[in-house]
């Protein structure tokens, strides 16, 4: 069984109710309308309000089609909040410097849901809220693959550097030339006269 109630241009801004509502998501009824009544927050008694609504839309839609349910055994499907219209209003405030901001009134709209069907994993999250998550899971499984490319690569790096440090280092040993060998002195009486000296002479 499941059951919506909505709260339409409820004064205050949309970002501070979303605070209060994030923590009844998912949570059973009974225990939402407790976290409701201890949270010092304004918009949590128009919000415990709403909720109360939908659970006797419940209640009365139960008793509508002839089935018997537990008020208590009801959980909060679905939460959400809208930003509503800004009334239009001329007035200004003071500002630093000489100057002025226009003063806005926000509005939001509440939308609530419920249902007797228990979550599986305790929370549920509104379609918004999933789609943020999935986007950031996509991030997320992104980044790592890059993180652990990046360390594949250092790890290769640092692999060949450690062999290339155990590899041999085999030095070229240069071969030295032998030196000339001395040319021996020949005898005085056994000097050849070379053509040169015949042509002098």
């Known amino acids: 069984m499941e059951a919506i109630a909505k709260t339409r241009h409820l004064k205050g801004s949309p970002r501070k109710a979303r605070l209060v509502i994030d923590m009844i998501r998912g949570v059973n009824v009974s225990r939402a309308l407790a976290i409701l009544r201890f949270t010092d927050k304004r918009a949590a008694e128009p919000i415990a309000k709403t909720l109360r609504s939908a659970i006797a839309n419940a209640t009365f839609k139960a008793e509508k089609q002839n089935i018997a349910i537990d008020p208590d055994d009801l959980y909060v499907k679905a939460c959400f909040v809208d930003m509503g219209a800004h009334k239009n209003r001329r007035r ?20 609530i849901e419920v249902s007797s069907d228990k979550p599986e994993d305790g929370k549920v999250r509104n379609a918004k809220t999933a789609a943020t998550a999935a986007d950031g899971e996509t991030k997320k499984s992104a980044t790592s693959k890059r993180a652990a490319t990046k360390k594949t690569d250092a790890g290769d790096r640092t692999t060949k550097a450690k062999q290339a440090d155990e590899t041999p280092r ?20 056994n000097v050849e006269a070379t053509p040169t000296e015949e042509k002098q002479a």
């Open 92 to 111: 200004m405030r003071p500002a630093p410097q000489g100057r002025a901001y226009r003063e806005q009134r926000h509005y939001c709209h509440i939308t």
């Open 170 to 189: 085999v030095e070229e040993v240069e071969t030295a030339t032998p030196p000339p060998a001395p040319v021996a002195e020949a005898a005085e009486g």
